[in-house]
Structures are given as C-alpha cells and as structure tokens.
C-alpha cells in the first residue's frame, strides 16, 4: 500500500515536470516569435543588425563618409555601412524590399524616378522619405598640362551623343565640331549609364545642346523615343569612355592624358585643383558660387531616401539623417569636402522633415 502510494507521488513529480518544461517551452517559443516580429517589423527575411546599411552614388559616397564618421563620434551607434554602388543600382537595391537584407539609405545624384518608385511600392517599399542633402555640379575637366578651352551644351553634345540630330556621329576632334576648338582627338572619360551622374549629364547638358535644333527639339512632342534616342544616347564608338563609378578614376587618367576632358562631380574638381581644372560651359565656370546661384549649367541636387519601415527597427536611422542635414549648411562640414549647400529655405524645409519623415508621393515624380 505504502509502495503505490510511492509510485502515485512519483507519477504526479514527473507529470508536473513535464508540465512545467512544456509551459517553459511555451514562453521561450513565444518570446521568441515576438522578437522575431520586432526585428521583422523591417521585413521578414535577413534578422536583425544594429549597423545602418547605405547604397548609392558614387558622387554622394564622400558626403556620406564624413557623415558617418562624424555620426559615430557619440558613442550611441555604429559606423554605417557604405557601398559605392551608383545611384541607379543603388535604387534597384534599396527598392528589391523591406528587411534587414535590404538597404536602409539610398544615395542619389539625381531625383528618384516614377519607374523606381513603382518598383519600391511593388516590393513592400511603400514608406519612402526624400531628403534633398545639398547640391552639386556636373564638372566637365581637364588636366592643368591640356590646352586650355571652354564648350557649349552643344559642341558637348555633338561630341559625345551616338546620333547628333538624328545622323551618326562622325566628329573625332574637336575641330571638326568648331574650328575654334583645338586639333586634338576627342576623348571623354564619363560617367557609366548607371550613375546619376550619366543621368544628369543627358538631362542638363545633352538634352540642352540637342534642342538647339528645332526640328530635334520638335520631336519631344512628336515621337518621344525618338527624341530620347536622339538627345540621350551616347556614342560606343570610342571618343566617349565608360570610366566606372569611381569619379577619383577619372581624376587619375586626366592627370596622365593632357588632351582628354573628364565629366564628374564638382566635389572631385574642388579636391584636385592642384592637377585639374574645370571647362567652363558657356562662359560659366564650375566654381561654388556659379553652381549655388544656378548660373551653372551643370548645377543639380543631391538627395538620400530613406526606409521609413527601417525607422525605429535599424538604430540611428533618424539620427543620421539629421547629422546629414544639418553638416550640410553653409558652414557645415560637408561644404569643406566640396558640397554646396542648398538655399536657407531648402535647408529649413530639410531639417522639418528629418524631424517629420513626410512621406514621398509619387506624383511628386516624373
């Protein structure tokens, strides 16, 4: 009697214990599942990081840099990440989803496409803050060694585009564009047709010289792609060099080429005025004043795009954004590295939306 009372108390110890590592396992299971969802709240499949990831331009990757490194001077958070990717590889990346595999920041030599923020909105991107960081000039080069010379929006044009005026392009020296240019092979190092850079080129200069024509300008109207095909493309035949998204690139092989012209951000004109100098285009040259007044004819903003969806999940997004903005004035530390700062009303609208984090809507685009 007193052994079954024995077995019935040892029974009941194992069951308890069961029943207790059950309900341990329960909570962990649970626990578990709810951190998974707050670290998820940034999209599913890549876990969790406390670094922040930024892609993009090759022109605002300086400006980012210094951020970065500034950004971390507190204490609070950790060096981003940074990858060179150009702007439009760059969109491809941030806009593939939302998640801790996916890109926090965007960087961006030009403005975000309609066509990107479709796709951002296709792949459960559909929180995106644009933050217009400052302004930048589209510097057309050359080495201080190379005879010295100015061009028009339109002689660029002709010697770079594939089908000036809709005809192929036969130019190989500059004279052969206008004899008062010089006898030299045309040689262009430039940016690839990732880069916003290569977008800003077409829209600022390339389109601007092809419209001289008022039968090519006439097309716009009539035959879009015609006219795309005709202002945008740039010729493969060799005058024109894809240099890669590394604009310090283009700065090397201007230093060993005395007769060839470069095309790169004005940041990287500033910084090596001790070998290279700019072209100026129709009468203006590429100088901080020129370019901050408009005057410029290369003259652009620079943006970054944020993940609003990353906000709050990935540590230090909002606190970034707002060192960016705020580097970016007029005595900033940004300016010291080459970028112009935006006009005083631009900066306080910035700074609001660093704060707010509006969202971007898409008839804002084009």
Not at 178 to 196: E, H, K, N, Q
Request: aromatic share 8%; proline share 5%; net charge negative.
């Amino acid at each position: 009697m007193l052994e079954r009372s024995h077995m019935k108390l040892r029974a009941r110890e194992t069951f308890n214990k069961e029943i207790l590592m059950k309900t341990k396992f329960a909570l962990l299971t649970m626990a578990t599942l709810a951190l998974a969802g707050c670290e998820n709240q940034a999209g599913g499949g890549g876990g969790s990081r406390d670094q922040i990831r930024i892609v993009g331009s090759s022109t605002v990757f300086p400006f980012a840099k210094a951020v970065s490194e500034n950004f971390v001077t507190s204490g609070s958070f950790k060096a981003p990440v940074l990858e060179s990717t150009g702007t439009g590889a760059g969109m491809s990346l941030f806009c593939s989803g939302v998640g801790a595999d996916t890109p926090d920041i965007e960087n961006a030599s030009r403005r975000m496409k309609a066509s990107e923020f479709e796709l951002c909105q296709t792949n459960g991107v559909t929180d995106i803050v644009e933050i217009n960081i400052g302004i930048d000039g589209i510097a057309v080069a050359q080495s201080n060694d190379g005879p010295s010379f100015s061009l028009t929006p339109e002689q660029i044009y002709k010697a770079i585009a594939a089908k000036p005026f809709g005809k192929e392009n036969t130019y190989k020296k500059w004279s052969d564009i206008d004899a008062s240019l010089p006898s030299r092979p045309i040689s262009v190092y430039g940016p690839p047709s990732t880069s916003g850079t290569r977008d800003a080129l077409t829209e600022l200069i390339m389109e601007v010289g092809c419209k001289t024509d008022p039968a090519t300008k006439a097309l716009k109207d009539s035959n879009k792609d015609e006219y795309e095909l005709i202002c945008h493309e740039i010729r493969t035949d060799g005058p024109y060099l894809d240099a890669g998204e590394n604009d310090n690139l283009i700065v090397q092989k201007l230093k060993s080429n005395p007769n060839a012209v470069g095309i790169f951000g004005y940041s990287f004109l500033e910084e090596n005025l001790d070998t290279v100098r700019g072209i100026a285009i129709s009468g203006v040259q590429p100088d901080y004043d020129a370019i901050a007044s408009g005057k410029y004819p290369g003259a652009r903003p620079l943006f970054i795009y944020v993940k609003k969806q990353h906000v709050g999940v990935i540590p230090g997004i909002q606190e970034y954004v707002t060192e960016f903005v705020k580097a970016g004035t007029r005595d900033g530390y940004l300016v010291k590295t080459g970028l112009i700062a935006s006009p005083e009303a631009t900066r306080t609208a910035m700074l609001e939306a660093a704060k707010n984090l509006p969202l971007l809507k898409k008839d804002e685009l084009k």
